[in-house]
């Protein structure tokens, strides 16, 4: 005996899944990874730098915050790495990232002793000369990558 699927049945699958599809696509922006860290340790960070609009990514900077301390960065990738305000360490990596694609990089860095998390500002910049800037908190429209630092167990 088949199954009877209703039309509404189908839509509102449809319409879910548009709805997860563009969820996803508006949280897509720079991030850090891992999410979760330790204090007072080395680990070993990637970040994906996705190009979500029609436009090529071009360039992106990572402002290390004050308290992480760069040890190295992946020669795989051209990088160069410079002191931002306060001695913090700013990455950027140059290279096209073109529309619907994403890169990875990596790096290598202390955490802070005395810090909950990490926030990872981010400065994306397009062929076009635009720039998208993700600095803002967790509710904000271009919120910064975060890692929380957990005490050990």
């Known amino acids: 005996m088949g199954t009877i699927v209703r039309r509404e049945s189908v839509r509102g699958l449809v319409y879910a ?20 860290s330790r204090p007072d340790t080395t680990e070993t960070y990637t970040v994906t730098v996705p190009t979500e609009g029609k436009v090529a990514t071009v360039k992106v900077e990572l402002v290390l915050p004050e308290g992480v301390q760069l040890l190295s960065v992946d020669n795989a990738k051209p ?8 001695g913090t360490s700013v990455i950027t990596w140059q290279e096209e990232i073109p529309p619907a694609n994403a890169r990875e990089y990596t790096f290598t860095a202390h955490n802070p002793k005395a810090s909950s998390e990490i926030s990872w500002q981010a400065h994306q910049f397009f062929a076009d000369g635009s720039e998208a800037d993700w600095v803002e908190a967790a509710s904000g429209k271009r919120p910064a990558s975060v890692t929380k630092l957990l005490a050990a167990p």
Not at 17 to 36: F, K
Not at 79 to 86: C, M, T
Request: positive net charge.
């Open 17 to 36: 899944s548009l709805v997860l599809l563009c969820a996803s696509a508006a949280n897509a922006h720079v991030r850090v990874r891992p999410m979760e």
């Open 79 to 86: 990088h160069s790495v410079r002191k931002g305000e306060a």
